[in-house]
C-alpha cells in the first residue's frame, strides 16, 4: 500500500503538526483513502500503519478481485451444497440481501457475472460489448433469489452453481466504518474517514 501523511509543514513531524488537521492517506480497494484527524496521536506514523493494515485484510478477505478471498472461493465453487464462511462474510452478505428484499431486487449483488462481463469484473476490459447470447448466458444466474444465507451455521448456498456475488457496492463503505471503530477503540476522536469516496464523520466533523 502507498502510504504518506499530509498536514505537517516542511521539516515539522505530522504527528506534531497542530496548525491544521493532519492527513493519513494511502491506497486500497483500487482507489485512494484519507483519514483527517484534528487531534492525531502521538506516533501518527504507527496509526496510519494499523489503518492500513486493517483495510489491507478487508480487500483481502471480503474482495472479489482478489483471487484468494474468500468471496472469489464462493465464486469459484461449482456446488450448491451450502459452505461455511466466516461471519464477517456471512454478515456482509445478509445485509445486501437485506437491501435487495428492500427495493425489490433493484440492488443485487448476484449481478457479478454481468458486471464482468461488460469490463468492469476481475476479468478486465472488453474492447468490444457483449453480444445478446453472452449477456443472456450472464444473466442466468442472476438474482438474489437464488442465494441463501443461512447466518445461524455461517454457511452460503447457491441455487445456479453459476452465481457469484460482488460486493463492490458496501465494501468501502464497510471499510469506513471499521476505520472508525478501530479510531475509537484507540480514543481517537475528531476525524473525517474517506475510503474511495464513501465517508465516515466522527466528533466535530
Do not use: C, M
Not at 492525531?40 to 478471498?69: M, N
Request: aromatic content about 6%.
Amino acid at each position: 500500500l502507498g502510504l504518506e501523511a499530509r498536514g505537517a509543514k516542511p521539516g515539522e513531524n505530522a504527528s506534531t503538526s497542530a496548525s491544521q488537521p493532519v492527513e493519513l492517506a494511502g491506497e486500497a480497494f483500487g482507489t485512494t483513502w484519507s483519514v483527517k484527524l484534528r487531534q492525531p496521536p502521538v506516533d501518527a506514523a504507527a496509526l496510519r500503519e494499523e489503518l492500513a493494515v486493517e483495510l489491507e485484510r478487508i480487500e483481502g478477505k471480503l474482495s472479489h478481485w482478489r483471487p484468494s478471498s474468500e468471496t472469489s472461493q464462493f465464486n469459484g465453487s461449482t456446488t450448491t451444497l451450502a459452505l461455511e464462511f466466516s461471519p464477517e462474510l456471512i454478515a456482509r452478505v445478509e445485509l445486501a440481501q437485506r437491501l435487495s428484499v428492500a427495493t425489490d431486487g433493484a440492488f443485487d449483488i448476484t449481478v457479478a457475472p454481468l458486471v464482468d462481463l461488460w469490463g468492469y469484473g476481475p476479468s478486465g476490459p472488453r474492447k468490444e460489448p457483449p453480444g445478446d447470447a453472452e449477456i443472456a448466458g450472464a444473466l442466468e444466474p442472476i438474482g438474489y433469489q437464488k442465494l441463501k444465507i443461512d447466518a445461524q451455521d455461517h454457511t452460503l448456498k447457491k441455487r445456479n452453481a453459476e452465481l457469484k456475488i460482488d460486493l463492490g457496492s458496501i465494501l468501502q463503505g464497510y471499510a469506513a466504518d471499521r476505520l472508525a471503530a478501530l479510531l475509537v477503540e484507540r480514543h481517537v476522536g475528531d476525524v473525517l474517514i474517506d475510503v474511495g469516496g464513501e465517508l465516515r464523520a466522527v466528533g466535530a466533523w
